[in-house]
């Protein structure tokens, strides 16, 4: 399986899908990316996506950043902003942490874009197939999607990308 992102090229995240392109009401950017899948092996029912930064780890209190959580996938394509008018779950983004101004858990169950303010930093987009759909709500965690999985995952890949202050 091959993730792919017309988002990153030459391995740099454009601009518009973290601080310097749109943002929610809360001041989260919000354009999520768009993500393709391709070469799921037989018997994919759907796909979950984790948007991970571990080089927030110094900066956020000792953890890494979520980004975005989803689950659920039907389609081997995800469009430019589709976190927003999603037909799939969404779990919390770590904007929902005191390092993200606990922002309330209504804006925090989609897409919430990178805003590094320590330099650049490289962002994981872990795609997993999955022989089932997953018995998950909006607002699950990543400890949820994890055990979720646990013994559902029939390929991954991660793509990364880097984007800086």
């Not at 989803?70 to 005191?98: C, H, M, Y």
């Not at 858990?105 to 919430?112: E, I, P, R, S």
Request: with cysteine; net charge negative.
């Amino acid at each position: 399986m091959k993730v792919t992102s017309t988002a990153i090229q030459n391995g740099k995240i454009a601009d518009i899908y973290g601080k310097r392109g749109p943002a929610d009401p809360y001041g989260i950017p919000s354009l999520s990316p768009p993500l393709e899948f391709t070469g799921a092996p037989e018997g994919t029912v759907s796909y979950a996506v984790i948007v991970e930064d571990k080089d927030a780890f110094p900066v956020s209190g000792g953890f890494s950043w979520i980004h975005w959580l989803a689950a659920n996938i039907t389609r081997p394509a995800l469009q430019e902003g589709e976190s927003r008018k999603a037909d799939f779950v969404q779990g919390l983004n770590s904007w929902i942490s005191p390092q993200g101004g606990s922002k309330p858990q209504k804006a925090c169950c989609y897409y919430g874009g990178m805003c590094p303010p320590d330099g650049e930093h490289v962002y994981e987009f872990h795609v997993y197939a999955l022989d089932t759909m997953l018995d998950l709500k909006d607002g699950f965690g990543l400890g949820e999607l994890a055990r979720a999985m646990d013994g559902h995952i029939l390929a991954q890949d991660t793509l990364k990308g880097t984007y800086g202050v």
